[in-house]
T-cell receptor, first 113, second 113 residues
Framework: EPEVTQTPSHQVTQMGQEVILRCVPISNHLYFYWYRQILGQKVEFLVS????????KSEIFDDQFSVERPDGSNFTLKIRSTKLEDSAMHFCAASQSGNSPLHFGNGTRLTVT | GQSLEQPSEVTAVEGAIVQINCTYQTSGFYGLSWYQQHDGGAPTFLSYNALDGLEETGRFSSFLSRSDSYGYLLLQELQMKDSASYFCAVPSDRGSTLGRLYFGRGTQLTVWP
């Protein structure tokens, strides 16, 4: 079964550094998302992306965050200047349409020290 | 705002039946989904109910009562591999697609031999 793949599986960075989390969504899926999950807490929506632009974003997704689909396959989340509170599991997800179930990747565990 | 309430933990033995309840408060209702997550890994879609009643998929069933703002996930013939966190989720009040999900805090199911 096609999968959403994410790299790296674990990223450690120092506060203030930039990080880029990468995702390869399922090829025939049109909607892409980033979610995050702070350890022991619920999964939270960050941003959705459709037709090469952001369709929605949450209050968490401030000016420090950006998303891009640079080459038609990779979907990236960039955090410009990481904070300690950015430490979380970051999940990429994809869906065939805006009303379809989400398929999540295995996540990137981001640790900011 | 939105809220989802589900028990934090449930335990059961192999072969048993367990029910995980979820009550919700939303300004608009566009369906209730259930996701499974093993050990902080990728959440996996289990089921979706938009209308009242029971949806059955193998050993798992999901029920919805819109008048009671209530749903549950029923797991039958429990197996050790069912030990995981189970999240109910609804489309965000502020979302324009069903992919912007608001998740509950999750129920940790432990299955004992």
């Amino acid at each position: 079964e096609p999968e959403v793949t994410q790299t790296p599986s674990h990223q450690v960075t120092q506060m203030g550094q930039e990080v880029i989390l990468r995702c390869v969504p399922i090829s025939n899926h049109l909607y892409f998302y980033w979610y995050r999950q702070i350890l022991g807490q619920k999964v939270e929506f960050l941003v959705s992306f459709y037709n090469n632009e952001i369709s929605e974003k949450s209050e968490i997704f401030d000016d420090q965050f950006s998303v891009e689909r640079p080459d038609g396959s990779n979907f990236t989340l960039k955090i410009r200047s990481t904070k300690l509170e950015d430490s979380a599991m970051h999940f990429c997800a994809a869906s065939q349409s805006g009303n379809s179930p989400l398929h999540f990747g295995n996540g990137t565990r981001l640790t900011v020290t | 705002g939105q809220s989802l309430e589900q028990p934090s933990e449930v335990t059961a033995v192999e072969g048993a039946i367990v029910q995980i309840n979820c009550t919700y408060q939303t300004s608009g209702f566009y369906g209730l989904s259930w996701y499974q997550q093993h050990d902080g890994g990728a959440p996996t879609f289990l089921s979706y109910n938009a209308l009242d009643g029971l949806e059955e998929t193998g050993r798992f069933s999901s029920f919805l009562s819109r008048s009671d703002s209530y749903g549950y996930l029923l797991l039958q013939e429990l197996q050790m591999k069912d030990s995981a966190s189970y999240f109910c989720a609804v489309p965000s009040d502020r979302g324009s697609t069903l992919g912007r999900l608001y998740f509950g805090r999750g129920t940790q199911l432990t299955v004992w031999p």
